[in-house]
């Protein structure tokens, strides 16, 4: 296989990857509880999916 003739620098290298970034991920609300909740996962604070109890959530004493 050919090999290339010269090394890329450090810049072009860099311009390529410009693209390479980590994206917020995308969030709707709990239609039990109105938290800001990440698509297809359960609620963590009621513990709800898709309107039905998924999970049990330890109730917090609060102060």
């Known amino acids: 296989m050919p090999h290339p003739?010269?090394?890329?620098?450090?810049?072009r290298?860099?311009?390529r990857r410009t693209h390479y970034?980590?994206?917020?991920?995308?969030?709707?609300?709990?239609?039990?509880?109105?938290?800001?909740?990440?698509?297809h996962k359960v609620c963590p604070e009621c513990g709800y999916y898709r309107g039905k109890q998924a999970i049990e959530v330890a109730e917090v004493k609060q102060k």
Do not use: F, I, M, Q
């Open 5 to 11: 003739k010269r090394k890329h620098s450090v810049t």
């Open 13 to 15: 290298s860099k311009k």
């Open 21 to 39: 970034k980590a994206e917020l991920p995308a969030l709707s609300t709990c239609s039990n509880c109105g938290a800001a909740v990440e698509y």
